[in-house]
């Protein structure tokens, strides 16, 4: 405790002691049939010195050491009884109701965490469950390929696929809150991550005639594999959507200092200046659709995040009114370095 700090707890008693040595000094002053010779006046004066610095510094040590004790018992979990730790009264009834609020914010913890804990139990059984009907639905699709209408047959598989995508990105989302909990970095490589990432998307690419290109070598990367795959989804899901038809996707890696880019770039109508700044917040919508696809601002907000517990990083540009391209950008790592969950 700083000597101000001191000042502030003691004033009041430092204030009436200054007020008895005053009271003292003018009775000795004016009282004429008071007599006292100068060097009696000299050796009290000099004796109440003496003990006040005495009680000063007695004072101010054990007043710390009580703080301290104080604060030792609130940083600990306040099972012990105050009793046995405190002498001074003030402080027992200080660390009882350090105690009292300790418990009560347990059990509150314990109650929502169970509540939470049964929540998400539910919502995780849910997502599961929803995933089977929308691959029955699929299959269903495909097996009336013949009879049903091109653009049916299109738009209920774009529809299911949006479906499909809005349940992973909640799934995704509930996982990440527990991240540290659910990862494995491994040496990787990024023909791999793109390959992964393209597996369900060739059929979109077919609906609106957009050619593919892969371009640039296979760099080793250190990931979580099923992370990034999802990140890197995400940014291809977004080339597609904002693709105008016919137009074209190029996803390339590149490396450069010393860092690895893995970029997706599309033609088409790409971000207005005011816009980009904006894509990786929460929630955030372009001031105008893009193509006229329907957006919810979550899934560059979600992959940002991915990427930052990851320590990676997301970046985009654009032109507007010929392309977008967004950077997925991993450290650069030695070739034989495989590292696995820590």
Sequence with gaps: MILINYLKERWLFYLFLTFFFLFSFFVYRFDQRFYMTESNAVYILAGWILLLVLFFAVDILLLRASEEKFYTYCNQTPDADPEEIFFRPGDRNKAELVRNASLVYRTYKAESDARAAEEMEFITKWLHDVK?????????????????????????????????????????????????????????????????????????FQYKQLSLSVEGEDYKVLTDEKWSTYILSQIISNAVKYSDEGGSVVISTEKKQGKVFLSVKNSGRGISEEDIGQIFKKGYTSAEARSGAKATGYGLYLSAKLCRLLGHSLKAESKYGEYAVFHLIFPEIDASLDVTKM
Excluded: W
């Design 132 to 204: 089977v009907p929308i691959a029955a639905a699929k299959l269903i699709l495909e097996s009336h390929e013949e009879k049903l209408p091109r653009d049916f047959q299109r738009n209920m598989d774009r529809e299911l696929f949006a479906l499909e995508e809005s349940v992973m990105r909640v799934f995704y989302e509930m996982k990440s809150n527990r991240f540290s909990e659910d990862y494995k970095i491994v040496t990787t490589g990024t023909k791999k991550l793109i390959s992964m990432a393209l597996k369900n998307y060739s059929s979109f």
